[in-house]
Nanobody, 117 residues
Framework: HVQLVESGGGSALAGGSVRLSCVYSGYSWCMAWFRQAPGSQRKGVTNINGIGATSYGNFMNDRFTISKDKAKNTLYLQMDNLEPEDTAMYYC???????????????WGQGTQVTVS
């Protein structure tokens, strides 16, 4: 039974950086970050599987980086060169197989808000 707790959100200026963390308990083959802006569907940002392979959503460029520290049971999302369009609630998710489709992920954190101005 996987449990996920996100942290690290807040306000940032355009061009700045934010790092989100997701502390997890239990094991899941795939862990991912999704985001949801008001009035929009939840979109897959990036995921990482059990052997460290990563994938990114089609709308993403190289401003965001996913990583995982197994010793700390923590998943990270490093977000650089932020834009106002990155404003959203960011969710950590777990599931199997690896996916960037929200309906295919089985476990979710509570989310953390990122606001860029």
């Amino acid at each position: 039974h996987v449990q996920l707790v996100e942290s690290g959100g807040g306000s940032a200026l355009a061009g700045g950086s934010v790092r989100l963390s997701c502390v997890y308990s239990g094991y899941s083959w795939c862990m991912a970050w999704f985001r949801q802006a008001p009035g929009s569907q939840r979109k897959g940002v990036t995921n990482i599987n059990g052997i460290g392979a990563t994938s990114y959503g089609n709308f993403m460029n190289d401003r965001f980086t996913i990583s995982k520290d197994k010793a700390k049971n923590t998943l990270y999302l490093q977000m650089d060169n932020l834009e106002p369009e990155d404003t959203a609630m960011y969710y950590c998710a777990a599931g199997d197989p690896c996916s960037l489709t929200a309906s295919e992920m089985s476990t979710w954190g509570q989310g953390t808000q990122v606001t860029v101005s």
